[in-house]
């Protein structure tokens, strides 16, 4: 995935509704609904707003949490995105 543009794979398609702990999102294509932690929502909001590159989501959010980029950061967001391709919410493109 790496160097690969990340984007929503239903653009439009996501319903939004946010608490102070976390989110619920629901995809409209597929049907289905997902909890998201406060940092998840994050990043597919982030995605949500312009495709990005795992380089440039992992720079987005190491800025916007004021941290210096780690491997503990780039590890949680390679985690979150394998999620998000099994819950049918983002698709990679070259």
């Not at 929502?41 to 982030?46: F, T």
């Not at 004021?66 to 070259?94: C, W, Y």
Request: glycine share 8%; with cysteine.
């Amino acid at each position: 995935m790496d160097g690969h543009t990340l984007r929503l794979a239903a653009p439009g398609f996501l319903e939004w509704r946010v608490w102070d702990d976390g989110c619920v999102v629901f995809n409209a294509a597929t049907g289905q609904t997902h909890y998201l932690d406060n940092f998840t929502s994050y990043l597919l909001r982030l995605i949500e707003a312009a495709p990005l590159t795992v380089d440039d989501l992992t720079e987005t959010v190491s800025v916007g949490l004021g941290r210096e980029r780690s491997a503990q950061i780039e590890a949680q967001i390679a985690g979150a995105l394998r999620n998000f391709e099994t819950l049918a919410l983002l698709e990679s493109a070259r």
